[in-house]
C-alpha cells in the first residue's frame, strides 16, 4: 500500500469513528429523547455527552477536509468529465 492509501485509510478510519461518536451522542442528547436515554446520564454527565459531540464534530470536520484535499484531482477530474464542454 503507497503512502497515500494509508493516509487515506486512517482518514477514513477517523472519519467512521467520529462519525459514529457524533451520530451516537447526538441521537442521545435530541432533546425529544431524552427521556429515552435518561439512565445514560447517570452513567456520563451530560455536559460530557455534550463535550464529545462537539469535539467528534470538529475533528470530524477536520477529517472530511483532509479527505477532499487529498481526492482534490480526482473530484476536479470527475467534476470536468461530468460537466465539461459537450462538442
Do not use: Q
Not at 12 to 40: A, N
Not at 61 to 84: D, E, N, Q, Y
Amino acid at each position: 500500500m503507497t503512502d497515500k492509501g494509508k493516509l487515506n485509510y486512517l482518514i477514513d478510519c477517523g472519519l467512521i469513528v467520529t462519525f459514529l461518536l457524533s451520530f451516537i451522542t447526538g441521537i442521545v442528547k435530541f432533546p425529544e429523547w431524552t427521556r429515552f436515554f435518561g439512565d445514560v446520564y447517570l452513567l456520563i454527565p451530560a455536559s460530557t455527552v455534550s463535550k464529545i459531540h462537539d469535539i467528534s464534530g470538529l475533528v470530524m470536520g477536520l477529517l472530511v477536509l483532509s479527505h477532499l484535499l487529498l481526492h482534490w484531482r480526482w473530484i476536479v477530474a470527475m467534476t470536468r468529465s461530468t460537466f465539461g464542454r459537450k462538442a
